[in-house]
T-cell receptor, first 113, second 114 residues
Framework: GNSVTQMEGPVTLSEEAFLTINCTYTATGYPSLFWYVQYPGEGLQLLLKATKADDKGSNKGFEATYRKETTSFHLEKGSVQVSDSAVYFCALSVNSGNTPLVFGKGTRLSVIA | GAGVSQSPSNKVTEKGKDVELRCDPISGHTALYWYRQSLGQGLEFLIYFQGNSAPDKSGLPSDRFSAERTGGSVSTLTIQRTQQEDSAVYLC????????????FGPGTRLTVL
């Protein structure tokens, strides 16, 4: 079946630290990969995505590269801010057209000043 | 423009009662999804509607769960004879037609079953 595994949190970092949140996947097809973010008190929103191998998704200083050989889509940011404190979800969808997302369990990030 | 809205935002019910949760998707979005977010389980897919096609119900955890989508717009998720393990945040999302398109999530309904 299809599944996503991401590192368990919580992750606590100081401001300006480097962030990596690991995500690996198992998929029967050729998936598209996503990172969604849930800020405190807000709904889930798309952070970035990649639809084919070696694609890099980027947004708000975050990046993730679709690595087919390692079935990974790790999220990175070079210098985190307090405002990045949130829960981050790695997700995939398979098949063409609209399909439901398969989510990882989420990683809570807390950034302290 | 208006995003996905859900009502109620919070629902407290007694074990054994039925509940209805409502989702208003973004106008023009043909795909509508229900997910459940609970502690320890993360986000689980429940049911998915795409246009006029039969819904994909493969994620529904039991036959106590059902959903309708009327007129290709508003959707209602119904849980019959609620159990304590149904306590969770129920999220609705919608998206336009296409591959790997963004799903837009509503704020969720927090359901507590006493």
């Amino acid at each position: 079946g299809n599944s996503v595994t991401q590192m368990e949190g919580p992750v606590t970092l100081s401001e300006e630290a480097f962030l990596t949140i690991n995500c690996t996947y198992t998929a029967t097809g050729y998936p598209s990969l996503f990172w969604y973010v849930q800020y405190p008190g807000e709904g889930l929103q798309l952070l970035l995505k990649a639809t084919k191998a070696d694609d890099k998704g980027s947004n708000k200083g975050f990046e993730a590269t679709y690595r087919k050989e390692t079935t990974s889509f790790h999220l990175e940011k070079g210098s985190v801010q307090v405002s990045d404190s949130a829960v981050y979800f790695c997700a995939l969808s398979v098949n063409s057209g609209n399909t439901p997302l398969v989510f990882g369990k989420g990683t809570r990030l807390s950034v302290i000043a | 423009g208006a995003g996905v809205s859900q009502s109620p935002s919070n629902k407290v019910t007694e074990k054994g009662k039925d509940v209805e949760l409502r989702c208003d998707p973004i106008s023009g979005h043909t795909a509508l999804y229900w997910y459940r977010q609970s502690l320890g389980q993360g986000l689980e897919f429940l049911i998915y509607f795409q246009g006029n096609s039969a819904p994909d119900k493969s994620g529904l955890p039991s036959d106590r769960f059902s959903a309708e989508r009327t007129g290709g717009s508003v959707s209602t998720l119904t849980i019959q004879r609620t159990q304590q393990e149904d306590s969770a945040v129920y999220l609705c999302a919608s998206s336009p037609v296409g591959s790997a398109v963004e799903q837009f999530f509503g704020p969720g309904t927090r359901l507590t079953v006493l």
